[in-house]
DNA sequence: CTTTTGATTGCATAGCTATGCAATCCAGTC
DNA sequence: GACTGGATTGCATAGCTATGCAATCAAAAG
């Protein structure tokens, strides 16, 4: 076995036990290189016998690509952006790309995070982060290397975004709404910042037509316990929605339970109610919510063609924005289908 | 500004500019060495105006050492790992340590992906994995660099692992459940291979005692669905047990959804149930379920000191076991507290 | 047998920073 | 003014692999 010393084996070792030069190891672990099958063989198996693992660091110095990506996240704790990073990883290691994992919760730690993935050459960023800022943007531009964002409208010569179709999901929600007999409807947002809240709530409102005017606007921040706190509030100062769009499904599902706690109200008999996101948590008895289908595979599959492609050799800075239509699932919150 | 031409700004690049030499460019981004103060801002000012950053990677090769960790994760969509993730990687870049994402489906995966990963040098790996053969094990060891694992009962000597106090939670589960006068209890099981699982199941029967007799043991693979099947195909069976242990959250909100949906049965009033991992889904209104809190900060916590001594300089190869005792969190799935 | 051709292999080098060591410089001391 | 000591700086090198180029070799063609 290698390590006879504390040093690490080296593709110099191998190639002294195998009896070649060192240039020959390379190429017997590189697919594209000239190199004699039996001499490939012999190659590996002393390498194996020294348990010797080509070593990527070199590669990176001399080509400048790592291939490594860096990916920001904040809000793990949805379940959707959990699903997501999920599949992004996957399908970032079938294109041969290792990821680089940031966790955020400002813009603080996300420059300092940056600087610190920069150092280690990373090719690209992807981030889901439903932060928009100018100042990140500013931050993202002159890493100059390609960056793909999540539902969000940042640009620059380097940014690329791939969107969720969140105006006319909007649309759709306030026709199905209105296809339900709903008189009162109400809209439940998340933080302004997200643009992908702020985009829903525009096609919510006009697909709402003339009843837009009587709408009831609640404001959340995403997470369960803002939908839960915004509806009981709500409800305590007697206002009785008979239909709510809420920009995600954990503050529909918050929706949800307030309704029921706090006034005995049940979906669809009494509210009509639909949420965005199609997280599992949607999909339990409990709640039997309707939602949007972002469709992560189709998202996280177009982020990674549009990093292919900024990826390509002698790219130049791409930046293109990809929308994809999110897909209105019925369940029970809205009624019998 | 920097990149005239294609080529990256480096610390020579630098150097000229501010008219020093390369080594003091190096030294002015270090905190230890020693360094005039005047000289110091002239260099980072000079590097400010050629956008300049400082490259890692010639540094890992030098020092054999990458500041990345190796983090293998697997089903993500259990909220209580995705908040252990989110954790994790806040504590480790705390300690100055990247994370390298790696998301594995079955031990073949993790073969090819901990290779991927070798080849970047990462100086650890920890791993979440409710995965415990034999071969993962030896795949492990043989990596010669520090493992840790959650919940698992690997061994072997670069192996290390925190545990959650699983026999114990089983007893105590046991116990409140005799205290509500339980007379016939059920144990939810998750997969085989999770001998966190396994370890509760053990304790729980323990602290049983002459009640163990008429256990009734259902078995899930820790899922929301497994959880809702198992309890639906036990009541079609017209098993009607008066109190529940399930090996995790998600299985106890698909028992709970199961019960009332499938018999009418209500969580504390006709089944007395609990949990384990706190997720925030067992908290939400529609559940109140009580449940073991297995403290993530602390585990992860716990995690990274393992690491951190691990990682010190000129340490042997360590392996450890630590176990941190989960905390019982009574909510309304059984009774009134 | 000679020449040509293509395949295989080895040599030498680039890539960029951190650091030991030696050189230099400055201030303080006698 | 000479000397000591500490602080600062520059020089030179190690670290490991991929790859262009030249050399070599074997086989096929003439």
Same mark, same amino acid.
């Given at each position: 076995?290698?390590?006879?010393?504390?040093?690490?084996?080296? #593709?110099?070792?191998? @190639?002294?036990?195998?009896?070649?030069?060192? #240039?020959?190891?390379?190429?017997?672990? #590189?697919?594209?290189?000239?190199?004699?099958?039996?001499?490939?063989?012999?190659?590996?198996?002393?390498?194996?016998?020294?348990?010797?693992?080509?070593?990527?660091?070199?590669?990176?110095?001399? #080509?400048?690509?790592?291939?490594?990506?860096?990916?920001?996240?904040?809000?793990?704790?949805?379940?959707?952006?959990?699903?997501?990073?999920?599949?992004?990883?996957?399908?970032?290691?079938?294109?041969?790309?290792?990821?680089?994992?940031?966790?955020?919760?400002?813009?603080?730690?996300?420059?300092?995070?940056?600087?610190?993935?920069?150092?280690?050459?990373?090719?690209?960023?992807?981030?889901?982060?439903?932060?928009?800022?100018?100042?990140?943007?500013?931050?993202?531009?002159?890493?100059?290397?390609?960056?793909?964002?999540?539902?969000?409208?940042?640009?620059?010569?380097?940014?690329?975004?791939?969107?969720?179709?969140?105006?006319?999901?909007?649309?759709?929600?306030?026709?199905?709404?209105?296809?339900?007999?709903?008189?009162?409807?109400?809209?439940?947002?998340?933080?302004?910042?997200?643009?992908?809240?702020?985009?829903?709530?525009?096609?919510?409102?006009?697909?709402?037509?003339?009843?837009?005017?009587?709408?009831?606007?609640?404001?959340?921040?995403?997470?369960?316990?803002?939908?839960?706190?915004?509806?009981?509030?709500?409800?305590?100062?007697?206002?009785?929605?008979?239909?709510?769009?809420?920009?995600?499904?954990?503050?529909?599902?918050?929706?949800?339970?307030?309704?029921?706690?706090?006034?005995?109200?049940?979906?669809?008999?009494?509210?009509?109610?639909?949420?965005?996101?199609?997280?599992?948590?949607?999909?339990?008895?409990?709640?039997?919510?309707?939602?949007?289908?972002?469709?992560?595979?189709?998202?996280?599959? @177009?982020?990674?063609?549009?990093?292919?492609?900024?990826?390509?050799?002698?790219?130049?800075?791409?930046?293109?924005?990809?929308?994809?239509?999110?897909?209105?699932?019925?369940?029970?919150?809205?009624?019998?289908?």
């Amino acid at each position: 076995m290698g390590a006879q010393d504390g040093r690490r084996v080296t #593709s110099v070792d191998v @190639a002294k036990r195998a009896g070649v030069s060192q #240039s020959a190891v390379s190429r017997a672990f #590189s697919r594209t290189a000239s190199i004699a099958p039996a001499t490939r063989e012999k190659i590996l198996r002393a390498a194996a016998e020294l348990d010797y693992r080509p070593n990527r660091i070199p590669a990176i110095m001399l #080509s400048g690509r790592s291939g490594m990506v860096g990916v920001v996240v904040g809000g793990l704790s949805n379940p959707f952006y959990a699903s997501a990073l999920e599949h992004l990883v996957c399908s970032l290691r079938d294109q041969g790309l290792q990821v680089l994992l940031v966790h955020v919760d400002d813009a603080l730690t996300l420059d300092s995070a940056l600087e610190q993935l920069l150092g280690y050459r990373i090719d690209a960023v992807v981030t889901a982060l439903a932060i928009g800022s100018e100042v990140v943007a500013q931050a993202l531009g002159t890493l100059r290397i390609p960056v793909i964002c999540f539902n969000s409208r940042l640009t620059g010569p380097w940014i690329s975004t791939v969107s969720s179709n969140n105006r006319a999901a909007g649309v759709t929600a306030a026709h199905l709404l209105r296809e339900r007999g709903v008189a009162c409807p109400a809209w439940l947002a998340g933080p302004l910042r997200n643009a992908a809240s702020v985009a829903r709530g525009e096609g919510f409102r006009e697909g709402l037509g003339a009843l837009a005017a009587g709408l009831v606007s609640l404001q959340g921040d995403d997470t369960y316990e803002s939908g839960y706190e915004a509806v009981s509030t709500m409800l305590a100062r007697g206002v009785r929605p008979d239909g709510m769009f809420c920009s995600n499904d954990m503050m529909a599902c918050g929706a949800i339970d307030a309704l029921r706690d706090r006034a005995g109200l049940c979906c669809p008999r009494d509210v009509v109610l639909l949420g965005y996101d199609n997280i599992p948590q949607g999909a339990w008895r409990a709640y039997d919510l309707t939602t949007f289908d972002q469709g992560v595979e189709r998202l996280v599959g @177009a982020a990674c063609a549009l990093l292919a492609e900024a990826l390509a050799d002698g790219a130049e800075p791409v930046s293109q924005s990809l929308v994809i239509g999110a897909e209105l699932l019925e369940r029970g919150s809205t009624g019998p289908v």
